[in-house]
């Protein structure tokens, strides 16, 4: 690398954030990060410097910005909890949708042009087809996914007013797994997601794990997801950087390894990595939950070269299962 780029990132002390973060230090970029520290954690931010602030205060965000001149913002801080969406929509349209307009006016007033996103396959849906491409509607069936996707739609609305803004969107799917040195991972105070769940109830932290659904419309009636480990999302991200700093224009990306596995599948899958039999309940279906999101990633791979290294549900389980030995955020239910 030539010059020295200067990455702002929010959210960089929470899961994927923190990944993106180890990554971008480890290539030598100047990386600030700013976190409110709602759900991330100042340990896991291990490269670069932090800045503990929230999005919502547009005058600390506005100083942080002019300060440190990014050539790029990376956008991570957001609340991600689907439940907690349908429960308390408010919520994701303040952290989610607000926050990013104010990122957004800073980044217009302090002339930074490039722009990387943190979107979801939740804007989809329920998707048409499986696997489901980057031009599919975006249909979200949750206030999670609105919220993401009004962002899209802004992001779209901003690059077409000034020529100068260019954005990458990546829309995740589901992210799992931890730093192969056990020294991040997911370290929620409350978690809701399968994988960690899973390990949760495989350590006593829970007595059971409750699959949410047995109904639906797939081979074993419990939902499918694509499980994309968080270090090849973290790679995603520096791939989208180098498009983006090479001219590449503004671009939306799945992130996920197209092929998906089912809430069963996992599940037994982190019986076998644990060595645990751990109880499980089946009961009703959870709110606002597609039966079916697996990626076309064919385009991440064409256009930006992603080579993902750790597509093994075995692999992404073990090491959120060596973390969350190790995990200090204690979680009791
Ligand atoms: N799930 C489940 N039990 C749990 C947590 C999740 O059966 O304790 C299911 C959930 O209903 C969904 C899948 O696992 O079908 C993935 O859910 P997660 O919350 O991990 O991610 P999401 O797809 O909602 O982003």
Redesign the pocket.
């Known amino acids: 690398m030539s010059k020295k780029l200067r990455i702002f990132v929010t959210g960089g002390a929470g899961y994927i954030g923190s990944h993106v973060v180890k990554a971008l230090g480890e290539k030598g970029y100047d990386v600030l990060t700013c976190d409110n520290l709602s759900t991330g954690n100042e340990w896991a931010v291990l490269c670069g410097k932090l800045i503990i602030g929230d999005l919502a205060d547009k005058d600390a965000l506005s100083k942080a910005i002019q300060d440190f001149r990014p050539d790029v913002v990376m956008h991570f801080a957001a609340s991600i909890v689907?439940p907690e969406s349908v429960k308390d929509p408010l919520k994701y349209y303040r952290n989610n949708t607000v926050n990013t307009i104010n990122l957004l006016d800073v980044m217009k007033e302090g002339a930074v042009s490039r722009f990387i996103f943190s979107s979801t396959a939740?804007v989809y849906g329920i998707p048409e087809n499986i696997p489901v491409s980057e031009d599919a509607p975006m249909n979200p069936i949750n206030p999670y996914g609105t919220s993401k996707m009004m962002t899209e739609l802004f992001l779209k609305d901003i690059a077409f007013a000034n020529s100068d803004f260019r954005y990458v969107s990546l829309r995740y799917f589901?992210v799992a797994g931890a730093d192969a040195q056990s020294r991040i991972g997911q370290a929620y105070k409350e978690s809701?997601?399968?994988?960690t769940?899973a390990l949760k109830t495989a350590k006593r932290e829970f007595d059971k794990?409750?699959?949410?659904?047995t109904d639906y419309p797939t081979p074993d009636g419990?939902?499918i997801?694509d499980y994309i480990h968080v270090d090849d999302l973290a790679e995603a991200h520096l791939l989208a950087l180098q498009y983006l700093t090479d001219g590449g224009k503004s671009n939306v990306f799945n992130c996920g390894y197209g092929h998906g596995y089912s809430?069963r599948e996992v599940v037994d899958a982190a019986k076998k990595v644990t060595g645990i039999d751990f109880n499980v309940e089946e009961i009703g279906r959870?709110q606002g939950?597609p039966h079916a999101?697996v990626a076309d990633s064919s385009k991440i791979k064409q256009r930006l070269n992603w080579h993902p290294k750790y597509d093994d549900l075995e692999y992404i389980i073990k090491t959120a299962w060596e973390w969350e030995k190790i995990n200090p955020v204690a979680n009791p239910r």
Do not use: K, S
């Open positions: 689907v939740a589901n809701t997601h399968l994988i769940r794990l409750q699959i949410f659904g419990t939902c997801r809430v959870r939950d999101l």
